[in-house]
């Protein structure tokens, strides 16, 4: 989930267990929700998106919940692997532009042990 | 695939000096984004660029410039660096959304670029 301050949320999993990241979001009027990864050393990589129509969303492995009532979102990693060790971020549309600035979650440390 | 590419991985520069960030997309978008990344504080939004020579502060443009000069290439500058300007660099782009929100709002990351200031 979100976290102010210095310490990320951190999630540590078996390999082969399911993750679930959450992610909680400010903006009512936000309508498109995004899921990124980022390994170490490296720039974020885009997982997954949705829509704010949408209430579910499936990829490879993973699965996005949209709660727009709660205005929460989850990230759902099946049969997590030690490559899925990350933080993950999630983010937002900003609503009332056309120039796609997005609104980024302070991210989740996910460690994978084999 | 979208490739953004950032000039330098890593870089050490000293206070007082002008530093140069620079940023290259390879497919066509008209967004940009300068990003910084810190611990804890996720990504902050420096500036951003819907066109050619068009720009926006972002959240935090204080001690930042930059410049578009082509569609392709968008550069940060640090007029006078600091230490507290230290930090992850991330520039990305993204196409401009037609019809509402969607892929066209994805945006793509470089690898970044760690600025050191002494």
């Known amino acids: 989930g979100e976290s102010v301050g210095l310490h990320l949320p951190t999630l540590s999993v078996q390999e082969g267990d399911n993750s679930i990241i959450n992610c909680a979001y400010s903006?009512?009027?936000?309508?498109?929700f995004i899921w990124y990864k980022q390994e170490s050393g490296k720039g974020p990589q885009f997982i997954i998106d949705i829509r704010s129509n949408m209430d579910k969303r499936q990829g490879q492995r993973v699965t996005v919940l949209l709660n727009k009532t709660v205005k929460h979102l989850s990230l759902q990693i099946a049969a997590t692997q030690p490559g899925d060790s990350a933080v993950y971020f999630c983010?937002?549309?900003?609503?009332?532009?056309?120039?796609?600035?997005?609104?980024f979650g302070q991210g989740t440390i996910l460690t994978v042990h084999p | 695939d979208v490739k953004v590419t950032q000039s330098s991985r890593y870089l050490v520069k000293r206070t007082g000096e002008k530093v140069f960030l620079e940023c290259v997309q390879d497919?066509?978008?008209?967004?940009m984004f300068w990003y910084r990344q810190d611990p804890g504080l996720g990504l902050r939004l420096i500036y951003f660029s819907y066109d050619v020579k068009m720009k926006e502060k972002g959240d935090i443009p204080e001690g930042y410039s930059v410049s578009r000069e082509k569609k392709e290439r968008f550069s940060l500058i640090l007029e006078s660096a600091s230490t507290n300007q230290t930090s992850m660099y991330l520039c990305?782009?993204?196409?401009?959304?037609?019809?509402?929100?969607?892929?066209?709002?994805?945006?793509?990351f470089g690898p970044g670029t760690r600025l050191t200031v002494l």
């Open positions: 983010a937002d549309l900003r609503g009332g532009t056309s120039y796609g600035k997005l609104t």
């Open positions: 497919m066509d978008h008209e967004n």
């Open positions: 990305a782009s993204s196409t401009r959304q037609i019809g509402g929100p969607g892929v066209a709002d994805t945006q793509y």
């Open positions: 903006n009512s009027a936000s309508d498109y």
